[in-house]
């Protein structure tokens, strides 16, 4: 199989297995109840865990989309957020160890041509790629850490979008749960 169709189809893959889970939870959302005993320290484990793959996503917006339903959704939001931020430094670390996985694609070229021009920029790129939903912030991770951006900031400008991102989802859920019992006579 070639590798663009095998692509495609892993994509196809993921897609399906996120709708799927996102399916699941809010069916099993008592069960998932139950996951209060983690409260926001197993919010914050799940989405270092879901970010610390590189290209690879595992689907930690799912399920921040079902905790906002079941927690306050700014207190997700903030858990999350951090926990993505600190699972991104998977990939700041393969840039910064100079062995990045696709050095030699054409968009992470890109990408670290622009942030190399417009180093001021960079932070902001960050914080935007970071809100983003797309599989692409490890390439940003990456170019931030082969052009030595201090991982603090590379982290805050992380941070501030992951949150932002992961507030969006978890309010959906929250909004989501609350309109869908509206539509359940009884």
Same mark, same amino acid.
């Given at each position: 199989? #070639?590798?663009?169709?095998?692509?495609?189809?892993?994509?196809?893959?993921?897609?399906?297995?996120?709708?799927?889970?996102?399916?699941?939870?809010?069916? @099993?959302?008592?069960? =998932?109840?139950?996951?209060?005993?983690?409260?926001?320290?197993?919010?914050?484990?799940?989405?270092? &865990?879901?970010?610390?793959?590189?290209?690879?996503?595992? #689907?930690?917006?799912?399920?921040?989309?079902?905790?906002?339903? %079941?927690?306050?959704?700014?207190?997700?939001? =903030?858990?999350?957020?951090?926990?993505?931020?600190?699972?991104?430094?998977?990939? *700041?670390?393969?840039? @910064?160890?100079?062995?990045?996985? =696709?050095?030699?694609?054409?968009? *992470?070229?890109?990408?670290?041509?622009?942030?190399?021009?417009?180093?001021?920029?960079?932070?902001?790129?960050?914080?935007?790629?970071?809100?983003?939903?797309?599989?692409?912030?490890?390439?940003?991770?990456?170019?931030?850490?082969?052009?030595?951006?201090? &991982?603090?900031?590379?982290?805050?400008?992380?941070?501030?979008?992951?949150?932002?991102?992961?507030? =969006?989802?978890? *309010?959906?859920?929250? *909004?989501?749960?609350?309109?869908?019992?509206?539509? %359940?006579?009884?």
């Amino acid at each position: 199989m #070639p590798a663009d169709r095998r692509t495609t189809l892993l994509r196809i893959l993921a897609l399906a297995g996120v709708i799927t889970l996102t399916g699941l939870l809010f069916l @099993f959302r008592e069960q =998932v109840q139950k996951l209060q005993h983690l409260g926001y320290l197993g919010i914050f484990l799940i989405s270092i &865990a879901a970010n610390a793959t590189i290209i690879i996503p595992l #689907p930690g917006v799912a399920l921040t989309t079902a905790m906002g339903a %079941i927690f306050n959704p700014l207190g997700v939001a =903030v858990a999350a957020g951090l926990g993505a931020a600190l699972g991104e430094l998977s990939g *700041y670390l393969a840039g @910064f160890s100079g062995q990045a996985v =696709v050095e030699q694609a054409s968009s *992470y070229q890109r990408l670290i041509n622009w942030m190399q021009a417009n180093p001021r920029l960079s932070l902001l790129a960050i914080l935007i790629l970071a809100f983003i939903p797309n599989p692409l912030f490890d390439l940003a991770g990456m170019t931030a850490g082969a052009m030595r951006i201090p &991982a603090w900031k590379f982290l805050l400008a992380c941070a501030l979008g992951k949150i932002l991102k992961m507030a =969006v989802f978890a *309010y959906a859920g929250a *909004y989501s749960v609350d309109w869908m019992l509206t539509l %359940i006579p009884g």
